[in-house]
């Protein structure tokens, strides 16, 4: 039973532990998801303002991902601006991203399989490389998983040190409970014997009626301790409660 008791105690507070870890770096992976993802859209929106403005010498574009701008021109033709990371001449590439972009009834979405977002944003698509936000984000899932998992280890050992102080007074309590129990078992033993033993002898016919008598006298005496005993458990357990 008291290792039962260890075992649940253990288990409980590995459960609300493993369950508060589990809230924590689910709020701190969603907060830094949306910051990221707010950042970008930020950027991609400040390209927006004016995407072709030519860029005088010796200035650059305070960018922090790369990216490129998609509009389509009186010819209906795809114009394409961006930084070197993108290959803006290959036009299956745009159109591919483009098709996808124009898939989607959001003003704001994200491609997948390119790992690219974009946004809409006056007849123009700005697209945004999102790999580096994934990495960010699978690092953060990795050091989760590997500080969440230390602390469960941790927590294991500390939880069944706690455990153990935890049902010290109950151990104590049983065995104090299994010795009263074994003290009054000897204790109501010893009486049943006499009491027994001198039915047996009242039945023999090899004795007088004064030794009979004697053994009805032991009887009675025995008895009364028995009844003694008893009253005296009953008053122990009415204290208790």
């Given at each position: 039973m008291i290792r039962k008791l260890r075992i649940k105690i253990v288990l409980v507070i590995v459960l609300v532990a493993a369950v508060m870890l589990g809230v924590i770096?689910?709020?701190?992976?969603t907060m830094t998801r949306?910051?990221?993802?707010?950042q970008s859209i930020s950027m991609m929106q400040a390209i927006a303002a004016n995407p072709f403005e030519p860029i005088p010498p010796g200035q650059s574009r305070q960018?922090?991902?790369?990216?490129?701008?998609?509009r389509t021109d009186a010819f209906g033709n795809?114009?394409?601006i961006g930084s070197t990371d993108y290959d803006l001449t290959d036009r299956s590439f745009l159109r591919a991203v483009a098709a996808a972009a124009s898939a989607s009834e959001a003003d704001i979405g994200e491609i997948p399989a390119y790992h690219l977002r974009f946004c809409r944003v006056d007849g123009s698509?700005?697209?945004?490389?999102?790999?580096?936000?994934?990495?960010?984000?699978?690092?953060?899932?990795?050091?989760?998983?590997?500080?969440?998992?230390?602390?469960?280890?941790?927590?294991?050992?500390?939880?069944?040190l706690l455990a153990r102080w935890a049902v010290r007074p109950v151990e104590t309590a049983w065995r104090q409970q299994k010795q009263f129990v074994a003290d009054a078992s000897h204790e109501l033993k010893t009486p049943l014997t006499v009491i027994l033993t001198n039915t047996e002898l009242l039945q023999s016919p090899d004795y007088d009626e004064a030794q009979k008598q004697q053994f009805t006298d032991g009887i009675r005496t025995m008895a009364q301790q028995m009844r003694a005993l008893v009253e005296r458990l009953l008053e122990l357990a009415r204290a208790e409660n």
């Open positions: 770096f689910g709020m701190s992976y949306q910051d990221l993802r707010a960018v922090r991902l790369p990216y490129f701008v998609l795809l114009v394409a698509v700005i697209f945004a490389d999102i790999s580096s936000e994934q990495q960010t984000l699978q690092g953060l899932v990795r050091s989760s998983l590997l500080i969440g998992g230390g602390s469960l280890l941790a927590l294991i050992g500390l939880a069944i």
